[in-house]
């Protein structure tokens, strides 16, 4: 069987705690690549940590969300970062998503659809009409028309992608405890798998307090 996939979201600037988070979260379950945000990739030393990493699966979560010259540049500007997986928001439009996708060379391009901290009120105070479920599938055929090699929805909308986007379905949003945070669009990462995730995003219960406890705690929720 295949082994269950999941990103760390490393959201700290603190390079020790970085290199703590990989470390403590190896094991032999499941696993595990490293998502790196706005935060750390903003960071002083952010650049020059990834560019020294060997043998880890990252993702630069870029959420590039410009007109398609910026978002194509700024793809062929961290290449030699060598990340396996960089994000684009699908809102950039399909012109920016063709552009891009046709520079990210190895890297694949995942499209970001509604980000999981907004709700069906929150769309509409944005302008949206739609609700969350019809706008997520409407970027999913986008990011299909686009070629795009990824999708992040949250786990709710993964069986709605899956019918109109055939690859990777990356799901953040998720919680093994019952605190929400910032988080709108939830799901377990066992309901996450059954609804066809192939790669779960799990920040804060993981890197909060004692991580090899919370990834053991990941390891039997997922055994249960
Ligand atoms: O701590 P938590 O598990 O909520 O972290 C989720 C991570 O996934 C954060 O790094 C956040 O930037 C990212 N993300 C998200 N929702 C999206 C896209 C990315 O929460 N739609």
Sequence with gaps: MNKNKI????????IKKIK???KETRNSKIKVGYKFGLEFLNSKNGRN???GLKNEITFGDYK???IPNT???????????????ITIHISSGLT??????????????????????????????????????KVVLHQAKLAHRANLDAIVCSAQEVKIVKKVFKKE?????????????????????????????????????????NIKKNIQKLINHLEK
């Design 71 to 85: 978002c194509s540049s700024a793809i062929k500007s961290v290449k030699d970062l060598n990340f396996n997986y």
């Design 169 to 209: 379905i990356i799901t953040p949003g998720i919680r093994i405890n019952k605190k929400k945070d910032d988080q709108k669009r939830v799901l377990s990462p066992s309901e996450a798998y059954k609804n066809g995730a192939d790669w779960l995003v799990i920040g804060r219960d993981i890197t909060k307090g």
């Design 49 to 51: 940590f990834i560019s």
């Design 64 to 66: 590039f969300a410009d």
């Design 20 to 22: 703590r988070i990989i």
């Design 96 to 133: 920016a998503l063709k552009t891009t996708r046709k520079v990210s060379g190895k890297t694949k391009l995942i499209g970001v659809t509604i980000l999981t901290s907004l709700d069906n009120k929150a769309l509409k105070q944005i302008g949206f009409s739609k609700d969350v479920k």
């Design 7 to 14: 990103f760390v979201a490393c959201d700290t600037i603190d």
